[in-house]
């Protein structure tokens, strides 16, 4: 074949076959020195809005942070030389934001079953207009009706005392917990004044950046971030708790690092 082709083309092909193996570890090295991958999955498990049961909800939108170093430790190194401990929640206040948390359930539970009595009430009427009054299906249909309407009225009965008790609970903590955040509040402005000279330390030290991200609808968000030791920092909010996420990871290059936040693997926090 060689002695078909012209003299260019013989160096042309020579040239390919010598750049391709040059071409091929330029490839290598640029994929060596590329960022790490970190995909976190964020979900947890609720109760089922639609019936009975649970179901895993995916937690879109919400900030994650990939800090160089451990927030947790700086806190508690800050905590532990503070003169005085953290002001505690009185024991009594705990109960009592259990009794409004509970009521709350009831109250919502009667609310869900008024709804679905409203819902079946307005099908039986939308399906009674298709009969006349004195066809049997249009009788069975009316007796149906009057039974669910006194289940409703007797429902919304139930669905306006249990939001009664429920706010006059709720009334009786709202201040006492005021006073308690307050206090904790003008501690930690205290203790922990240092927090952010200790952190750009850290940071510094670590020799690496922060990523910030927000995860997409479906709970996913994919960081790329230079290889090294990292704490996945994230929070998520509950009427009377926070789901808080402070999980340490190592990324390399040689594939992405999956992890999920799940109620399984966060702090559960009291939110005052």
């Not at 009975?52 to 939108?61: I, K, P, T, Y």
């Not at 190194?77 to 953290?86: D, G, I, M, V, Y």
């Amino acid at each position: 074949l060689r002695a078909f082709l012209s003299w260019d083309r013989l160096m042309e092909l020579d040239m390919r076959r010598r750049f391709l193996p040059f071409a091929m570890t330029l490839l290598v090295a640029a994929g060596a020195c590329g960022p790490a991958e970190l995909v976190v999955t964020m979900e947890i498990d609720m109760d089922n809005p639609d019936g009975e049961g649970m179901v895993v909800r995916a937690l879109g939108d919400l900030e994650v942070q990939l800090l160089p170093y451990n927030r947790d430790a700086i806190f508690d190194s800050l905590e532990a030389a503070f003169p005085t401990p953290e002001p505690e929640i009185p024991a009594e206040l705990l109960s009592a934001r259990d009794q409004v948390a509970q009521a709350q359930q009831r109250w919502q539970a009667a609310t869900t079953r008024w709804n679905t009595l409203r819902d079946t009430l307005q099908t039986i009427t939308t399906t009674m207009e298709q009969y006349n009054r004195g066809e049997s299906r249009y009788v069975a249909l009316f007796n149906e009706f009057r039974d669910f309407d006194a289940q409703l009225g007797r429902v919304e009965g139930d669905m306006e005392s249990a939001f009664a008790e429920f706010d006059e609970l709720q009334r009786g903590t709202i201040r006492q917990s005021d006073s308690v955040r307050i206090e904790q509040d003008n501690w930690a402005d205290d203790a922990f004044v240092d927090f952010g000279t200790v952190a750009t330390e850290a940071l510094r030290t670590s020799g690496l950046d922060v990523v910030v991200d927000t995860t997409d609808a479906s709970g996913i968000s994919r960081i790329e971030a230079a290889p090294g030791t990292y704490w996945v920092h994230a929070r998520y909010e509950l009427p009377y708790t926070e789901l808080y996420w402070n999980v340490e990871v190592t990324l390399d290059r040689a594939a992405p690092v999956e992890l999920r936040l799940t109620r399984e693997n966060a702090l559960v926090r009291i939110k005052l």
